[in-house]
């Protein structure tokens, strides 16, 4: 028994070469299948309400836990992951972004997803972000292209500095207002013209979640507008949370103990205290590692990546699940 577990972080699941969009970043589903296989030979599987239980009670876990848990609510979890794990008998955890399931709007995070994999020239897109911010110096008052690329351009464990400088000044650098226009703009040039019927076909319904939630799945909080939460005020904050919990109760959802996970994995003391008040039990980041409960702030737990496990059932066990 032990204190630790893996908690698994999923985006995209879907058959990719089959898709209109192969380029886009997720994980193929016969890799998640492979995954599962792996994840069932040396792991003990748990549910949100074990890992719950455990910070509540302060009891112990099963050796190699592992909590798999699924962020923004796309269809394929419904039509790719909910079968596999219904078929294994494995629990998961999903957190919706209200937003695109009630106002059937494309999130600006999914917009920039889809124009990366539309895009194969990423210097291109960083020229027509240069050309915006160009454009809109003296309105917004604006900092140098030169200025920003040397802040933003950092490469990531999974991008390149120019990938890294597209996400970031269309998801957190920019003005919101000026963020929004570019990457529509980017979206109905490079990926589609109607937005909602794009938004029907990328993220679950109502029913479908409800669905999930009958079957046994958990259903946790991912904010509303999936902003960088962060970069809100307080009473922001507390409107993200609240929203999101009215969801969660008007699907069935217990909100008396809960799990926030962070949109971009971003948090900061404001939304803890606001968490705390709202009797959120445990907080998921993206943070890298295994989230230990005695030395991790239950607010704060990191994650592993769904690249940071082997995809193929037979392989032998790599650095994580030795850890």
């Not at 629990?91 to 889809?114: Q, T, Y």
């Amino acid at each position: 028994m032990s204190r630790t577990v893996s908690i698994i972080m999923y985006h995209y699941v879907r058959p990719l070469e089959r898709t209109r969009y192969p380029e886009i970043k997720g994980l193929a589903l016969d890799h998640f299948e492979g995954q599962i296989g792996y994840i069932k030979r040396h792991y003990h599987v748990i549910s949100a309400y074990d890992l719950m239980d455990a910070v509540q009670s302060g009891s112990d876990l099963p050796s190699n836990a592992l909590l798999l848990s699924f962020d923004d609510a796309y269809s394929d979890h419904f039509s790719y992951v909910f079968p596999v794990l219904d078929r294994e008998k494995l629990p998961g955890s999903f957190f919706p972004a209200v937003k695109c399931i009630l106002e059937r709007r494309v999130l600006d995070v999914n917009k920039i997803h889809f124009i990366l994999a539309c895009v194969a020239d990423k210097f291109r897109l960083v020229q027509k972000i240069k050309s915006f911010v160009q454009q809109n110096r003296q309105v917004y008052d604006l900092e140098s292209n030169e200025a920003y690329w040397e802040r933003v351009a950092k490469p990531s464990r999974w991008d390149p500095p120019e990938v890294i400088f597209i996400k970031r000044m269309l998801q957190r650098e920019l003005p919101e207002e000026l963020r929004i226009r570019i990457t529509d703009a980017l979206f109905k040039e490079y990926v589609s013209q109607d937005e909602q019927a794009f938004a029907e076909e990328l993220y679950m319904s109502v029913d479908q979640i409800a669905c999930l939630r009958r079957n046994g799945m958990y259903i946790g909080s991912h904010g509303f507008d999936h902003y960088w939460l962060d970069t809100l005020s307080p009473e922001s904050q507390q409107k993200e949370v609240d929203l999101a919990l009215d969801f969660l109760a008007w699907i069935g959802c217990d909100t008396e103990r809960w799990i926030m996970c962070y949109p971009n994995g971003s948090y900061n003391d404001s939304l803890l205290d606001i968490l705390a008040d709202y009797g959120c039990v445990l907080g998921l980041t993206t943070a890298m590692g295994i989230a230990d409960l005695d030395a991790h702030n239950p607010l704060t737990l990191p994650r592993l990546n769904t690249n940071d496990l082997p995809k193929r059932a037979n392989e032998a066990p790599n650095e994580w699940t030795k850890k």
